[in-house]
T-cell receptor, first 116, second 112 residues
């Protein structure tokens, strides 16, 4: 079975500090995509960053970067210079073909609180 | 922001009523999805569609039904609402394979 595990239900970080959210996954597929999504309280879920599994270079988007370790099936998200607006639920996900259909599988989420 | 819209955003309805949650996207995406999410919890896929007249049940069993008569529209219907249906329902869409999945703002359903 394909799974995504986020082992940190809740985290907090001081404003301007750096925080890393963990994500591991399990799949027998070789081609897939990995995502981090952010869901602010009562607001729309939006994409933070996306990584193609065939690319060795880690994706970066401004203050957000990932540490993709394919062999270890690990995909952590690093947020630098944390801001109050980063407070949200963060979901790790991967998308892949399985049984002839394309599916996105989400982790259980990490609630991040940025402290002033 | 993504061009995917859900209505109503919030709904309180009595047990036994029929409800339809609307979802529309203007991005021309072929794939659409419905997820169920309890507050602060994980997402569960309940329905998906890969195109017009194509619908499939997701990983979580649901008493709801969906239809996909037009590419841009993917409504979800509950024929007889029950308190156990109280949850947030997220509509999403994507194009092709491996691409970003975009979410609507969600519909919060409370059945009393």
């Amino acid at each position: 079975a394909q799974t995504v595990t986020q082992s940190q239900p809740e985290m907090s970080v001081q404003e301007a500090e750096t925080v890393t959210l963990s994500c591991t996954y399990d799949t027998s597929e070789n081609n897939y995509y990995l995502f981090w999504y952010k869901q602010p309280p009562s607001r729309q879920m939006i994409l933070v960053i996306r990584q193609e599994a065939y690319k060795q270079q880690n994706a970066t988007e401004n203050r957000f970067s990932v540490n993709f370790q394919k062999a270890a099936k690990s995909f952590s998200l690093k947020i630098s210079d944390s801001q109050l607006g980063d407070t949200a639920m963060y979901f790790c996900a991967f998308g892949t073909f399985t049984s002839g259909t394309y599916k996105y599988i989400f982790g259980t989420g990490t609630r991040l609180k940025v402290l002033a | 922001e993504a061009d995917i819209y859900q209505t109503p955003r919030y709904l309180v309805i009595g047990t036994g009523k029929k409800i339809t949650l609307e979802c529309s996207q203007t991005m021309g995406h072929d794939k659409m999805y419905w997820y169920q999410q309890d507050p602060g919890m994980e997402l569960h896929l309940i329905h998906y569609s890969y195109g017009v007249n194509s619908t499939e049940k997701g990983d979580l069993s649901s008493e709801s039904t969906v239809s996909r008569i037009r590419t841009e529209h993917f409504p979800l219907t509950l024929e007889s609402a029950r308190p156990s249906h109280t949850s947030q329902y997220l509509c999403a869409s994507s194009k092709g394979s491996g691409n970003t999945i975009y979410f609507g703002e969600g519909s919060w359903l409370t059945v009393v």
